[in-house]
Nanobody, 128 residues
Framework: QLVESGGGWVQPGGSLTLSCVAS????????VAWFRQAPGKEREGVSY????????HYADSVSGRFTISRDNTDNTVYLQMNDLKPEDAGVYFC???????????????????????WGPGTQVFVSS
């Protein structure tokens, strides 16, 4: 299973670091991704890292502000979020997939159906 933490309230321009701990499997061998969902909106992909070569992708809306990383010794993936904006608010989910998206014939990693495991989510609020 996956469990996220680190959400909370932050003012615009602030920073948060989300964590996602995996148990029951070795996260190092899985592709990992962060998604988010705002009220009334569809779940959208934010960041992705492949398992095979560590290649990283970011959604255009967060590129340059968010950073995904892993700590394989702790079986954990992180999302460092800087310069947060009100539109970044929502529930953030981590997800893992046995296969890298490049190997399953889809154009991008932002397809929720690609992922085998999901965490329950952690809430992020961005307001002044």
């Amino acid at each position: 299973q996956l469990v996220e933490s680190g959400g909370g309230w932050v003012q615009p321009g602030g920073s948060l670091t989300l964590s996602c701990v995996a148990s029951g499997f070795t996260l190092e061998y899985y592709a990992v991704a962060w998604f988010r969902q705002a009220p009334g909106k569809e779940r959208e992909g934010v960041s992705y890292q492949s398992s095979r070569d560590g290649r990283i992708h970011y959604a255009d809306s967060v590129s340059g502000r968010f950073t995904i990383s892993r700590d394989n010794t702790d079986n954990t993936v992180y999302l460092q979020m800087n310069d947060l904006k009100p539109e970044d608010a929502g529930v953030y989910f981590c997800a893992s997939a046995r296969a890298d998206f490049e190997n399953v014939g889809v154009p991008d990693p932002w397809i929720p159906g690609l992922y085998d495991y999901w965490g329950p989510g952690t809430q992020v609020f961005v307001s002044s």
